[in-house]
């Protein structure tokens, strides 16, 4: 009897513990107020927005949906799924709007409450580095909702050029490579790539129109420059060179 007793006090004891660590596996992971650069202004709120799969993404231009479709690519690895992009929507939406603001056009105001998140750009490149603080804004955790946390974020850059360099003229590097440093750089609100394809060690990337690029020590006076800018969600490439047809 009085081993009977005990079993069951310990299959009781065993099924508390089991419900406590599912409990504790479903929980909500939840972000925190950590954006780095820092936002000229961000106040915290007692509000928290709950991503899952019924929220929608609300764009209506072709740029702002493009930035919407970003966001889904970094929510997808988190979630394992994609939100909806629609026209309209008020509650459970994030909501997207661009303005026409020249005077400070990076600029943004991205506010996170119970039932919505609003960011709304001063221009297309606004809206983007908007988006950006958001995804700053998800937990790390994998979960099948996410909590964001509450805010009121006014932010603009107060420098127009901001970038960082990357030398492939002595080191080789992979062009998944490449293409995650240049998503980082945009989440860090960096606006331009500065990349060292060349100097006199050798030419690092083949363009088959332009012969002289194809030996190892072009005959050109200065290196040739590369510039990509990430602003307006598009990574344009520029090229600059010194080469002249003859």
Not at 115 to 137: H, M, P, R
Not at 219 to 244: D, E, G, Q, Y
Request: hydrophobic fraction near 40%; charged fraction near 20%; include cysteine.
């Amino acid at each position: 009897m009085k081993l009977n007793t005990i079993f069951k006090a310990g299959m009781l004891a065993m099924a508390i513990g089991a419900a406590a660590c599912n409990t504790g596996g479903d929980k909500t992971p939840k972000g925190t107020l950590a954006v780095i650069p820092l936002p000229a202004s961000l106040k915290a709120t007692a509000d928290s927005f709950l991503i899952d799969k019924q929220t929608v993404i609300v764009a209506t231009t072709a740029e702002d949906k493009q930035t919407a479709a970003l966001f889904n690519s970094w929510l997808h690895e988190l979630t394992g799924y994609d939100l909806k992009i629609a026209d309209s929507g008020e509650k459970n939406a994030i909501i997207l709007k661009t303005g026409n603001d020249t005077t400070a056009a990076e600029g943004y105001n991205l506010s996170v409450k119970n039932d919505q998140v609003a960011i709304t750009g001063n221009s297309a490149a606004g809206t983007f580095y908007g988006i950006q603080t958001l995804i700053q804004l998800l937990p790390v955790e994998k979960g099948s909702s996410l909590l964001v946390p509450g805010a009121d974020i006014k932010d603009q850059p107060r420098f127009a050029y901001r970038g960082m360099h990357l030398d492939v003229g002595r080191h080789f590097f992979p062009v998944a490579f490449i293409k995650k440093y240049i998503d980082l750089l945009a989440m860090h609100k960096m606006n331009t790539f500065h990349w060292h394809l060349t100097d006199d060690q050798g030419w690092r990337i083949e363009i088959k129109s332009i012969h002289a690029c194809r030996r190892s020590r072009p005959n050109v006076k200065k290196p040739w420059k590369v510039t990509i800018t990430t602003s307006n969600m598009m990574a344009n490439l520029t090229v600059a060179s010194t080469h002249r047809k003859k």
